[in-house]
């Protein structure tokens, strides 16, 4: 075994592997997006549930002349039914427009992350029913 080749085992010996604090570090970066995973998850689950009501009012009213009425009392029901609580039949707006109505379902949901930083995401849901 020569001088070099010895140098080159020595030098590999000393490269293998992560020390302690990149360990700590990189398990602390994981954890930090892990728990942003975890405290969205809710919001975007609730969201889906509004989007299916809304795509749901949509599939059940078009093409059959519905009235807006009819179309709150629906989208009410099917909140109870779905359990949506951060936003209510009342804030989901159903306007007329040529050729029906539109159901808009656009809503802001706030979740506190840590101390005094929060996370806050914008969801804007839009369907046209026709007559």
Do not use: W
């Not at 809710?42 to 009213?61: D, H, R, S």
């Not at 989901?92 to 656009?106: F, I, L, Q, Y």
């Amino acid at each position: 075994m020569t001088v070099k080749s010895n140098q080159r085992q020595c030098l590999k010996r000393r490269q293998a592997g992560m020390t302690t604090l990149g360990l700590i570090i990189l398990v602390s970066f994981i954890g930090i997006f892990a728990f942003g995973g975890i405290r969205l998850t809710p919001i975007y689950l609730n969201y889906m549930k509004v989007a299916g009501v809304v795509t749901g009012v949509q599939k059940e009213f078009d093409g059959n002349n519905a009235t807006g009425s009819a179309i709150r009392s629906s989208i009410a029901r099917r909140f109870d039914i779905e359990s949506v609580g951060v936003i209510t039949a009342k804030d989901v707006k159903v306007t007329k427009v040529d050729g029906g109505h539109e159901v808009a379902a656009t809503y802001s949901h706030k979740a506190p992350f840590v101390a005094n930083v929060s996370f806050v995401v914008d969801f804007d849901k839009r369907v046209i029913v026709r007559r």
